[in-house]
């Protein structure tokens, strides 16, 4: 794990922590909200744009009858900050637990092998003597019966042992399933800008060691805010799932889609140069606009979703920011152009 996915804030510098500071101490108070660290760490969020879903169950509670509360953003930082923690918390006793009984068993294990090896110890001190048939016959029954016991105590530890094995492989299965879940938008179902950011810093260190090409789109839904503005946050989320269903089911092999904030969706496309990403860019624009969405009640059409796409290719030298940066001159483009377009880098 490098030290940014650790740090959701490692990219604020001063300027930019400073003015989120204050939007975030503006948004409390304008809320007559309390400025304890759970709130403003809430609030921070929001005004910093760090997670659109936040943002929009934010809004959403805004409009609310009452507004926002301080009961409301505790559901907020309990929904969106602590689910994760509590899991891997609970885990953390779990393992302690298994482990402390690891300890107990082979502490006890111990016990008995070092009383077993003291009886053999006495037991070869009469062989080394002579002793009556008797005698014999008594420590030798003894001997069995702890060799008996010993071999079955060693059946009940393997038996421990194999049940606490599955126990930790469980909870690797547990912990597995926490992760992945911390790289999926929660909205859609696709990777979120986490995921989407590991992955292209993974994709150009593959592209400078094998020296193969690879492109990236940056996609915007065409007029998403009239859809908010005039269906609801409900319909635009319908929007959003729509478009990021279709990126899933367009992408194949080692293509990765991910929603990249708010109306706005990316896709890495390894190995690819601009003219193939621009026939797949094509593609994902009609099958984006020849959706209908309708209400399943009265079955009235939303209306038309078209996306502008913009699309850029990796060159040597580059850096992440840099072919984002001509993705998003392009998309710009495509905006500028009419919409409901695919515009490639200059």
Do not use: C
């Amino acid at each position: 794990m490098t030290q940014a996915e650790k740090n959701p804030y490692s990219d604020d510098d001063f300027a930019k922590a400073s003015e989120h500071l204050r939007l975030a101490l503006s948004l409390l108070s304008g809320n007559r909200i309390p400025p304890s660290p759970l709130n403003f760490r809430v609030g921070y969020d929001y005004v910093a744009g760090k997670d659109e879903v936040l943002k929009t169950a934010f809004d959403e509670i805004a409009e609310q009858p009452g507004g926002v509360s301080t009961g409301r953003l505790w559901s907020l930082y309990t929904r969106f900050f602590e689910e994760d923690e509590q899991a891997l918390e609970t885990m953390r006793l779990e393992l302690r637990r298994i482990v402390a009984e690891i300890q107990g068993e082979f502490q006890h294990s111990s016990g008995n092998l070092s009383n077993y090896a003291d009886k053999l110890k006495r037991f070869a001190g009469i062989l080394n003597v002579s002793s009556a048939p008797a005698t014999m016959s008594a420590e030798i029954r003894n001997v069995i019966e702890d060799t008996r016991s010993m071999e079955k105590y060693q059946h009940q530890l393997d038996s421990q042992v194999s049940s606490i094995l599955d126990e930790v492989v469980a909870l690797r299965k547990e912990l597995e399933q926490v992760k992945e879940e911390s790289l999926i938008d929660a909205l859609t179902g696709i990777s979120n800008r986490k995921a989407f950011d590991a992955t292209l810093e993974r994709i150009f260190e593959e592209a400078r060691e094998e020296q193969t090409p690879f492109s990236m789109m940056l996609a915007d839904i065409d007029h998403f805010k009239k859809f908010n503005d005039t269906y609801g946050h409900l319909i635009g989320d319908k929007v959003l799932r729509f478009v990021g269903a279709t990126l899933k089911r367009s992408v194949k092999g080692r293509d990765f889609a991910a929603r990249f904030g708010g109306e706005e969706f990316a896709v890495i496309l390894p190995q690819t140069e601009l003219t193939g990403a621009g026939v797949l860019a094509e593609q994902i624009r009609k099958a984006i606009s020849a959706g209908d969405l309708k209400d399943r009640r009265s079955d009235e059409s939303y209306g038309k979703i078209t996306v502008s796409i913009g699309i850029a290719q990796f060159y040597p030298g580059d850096l992440p920011n840099d072919l984002l940066g001509r993705a998003d001159r392009a998309l710009y483009l495509a905006k500028t152009q009419g919409r409901n377009r695919v515009e490639k880098s200059s």
